[in-house]
């Protein structure tokens, strides 16, 4: 089974903080993303990666970075937290282009920024 | 414009009340469809993949089928248990994302 973790569950956060979450998966996937999901608004892209160091921006990257040094492990950096970065986190994974481009998600992080 | 809508946007069924949720579509050549279940306060949990109209898919009450502009996820004889919001989202050939739809919230009363 594809095992998608991440760092924490609830976190949170004071407006201007640097926030760090984390995201590890255990099937040697090549894709990784990072999204966020609000109420009435659905799930929205931020960020994703193809390959190790690789990233390309979603629909909404403003306010964020993010890392992948390893190919199992994708960061999501909040430079500066402000209090509409408040969401829940979702990360997931996928094996590749062709047939196999199922995404497998974590149980997500739900951010407070005070 | 790429496009997934989901409908109703909430469904309560009394246990043992079969129906079905929508998932309408408007995507320049369809990937792969694909339906997810999540529940409150958690990530999304896949359940099936479509590539072409006219594929199906089962799993224990639920069963996923493609037309060229909608998929429908029919639930038979739900269990309270069911309840969760339901995802569905599409993938072109042209775009590396996927496009989600809102979700329908699907609530099955004992």
């Known amino acids: 089974d594809v095992k998608v973790t991440q760092s924490s569950r609830y976190l949170v956060k004071r407006t201007g903080e640097k926030v760090f979450l984390e995201c590890v998966q255990d099937m040697d996937h090549e894709n990784m993303f990072w999204y966020r999901q609000d109420p009435g608004l659905g799930l929205r892209l931020i960020y994703f990666?193809?390959?190790?160091?690789?990233?390309e921006k979603g629909d909404i990257p403003e306010g964020y970075s993010v890392s992948r040094e390893k190919k199992e492990r994708f960061s999501l950096i909040l430079e500066s937290a402000s209090t509409n970065q408040t969401s829940m986190y979702l990360c997931?994974?996928?094996?590749?282009?062709?047939?196999?481009?199922?995404?497998?998600f974590g149980p997500g992080t739900r951010l407070t920024v005070l | 414009e790429d496009q997934v809508t989901q409908s109703p946007e909430a469904l309560r069924l009394q246990e043992g009340e079969s129906s079905s949720l929508n998932c309408s579509y408007t995507v320049s050549g369809l990937r792969g469809l694909f339906w997810y279940r999540q529940d409150p306060g958690k990530g999304p949990e896949f359940l099936f993949t479509l590539y072409s109209a006219g594929e199906e898919k089962e799993k224990e009450r639920l069963k996923a089928t493609l037309t060229k502009k909608e998929s429908f996820l029919h639930i038979t004889a739900p269990k309270p248990e069911d309840s969760a919001t339901y995802l569905c989202?599409?993938?072109?050939?042209?775009?590396?994302?996927?496009?989600w739809g809102a979700g329908t919230k699907l609530i099955i009363k004992p």
């Open positions: 997931a994974s996928s094996a590749g282009g062709g047939l196999t481009d199922t995404q497998y």
């Open positions: 990666s193809y390959d190790v160091k690789m990233k």
């Open positions: 989202a599409a993938r072109s050939y042209s775009n590396y994302q996927l496009i």
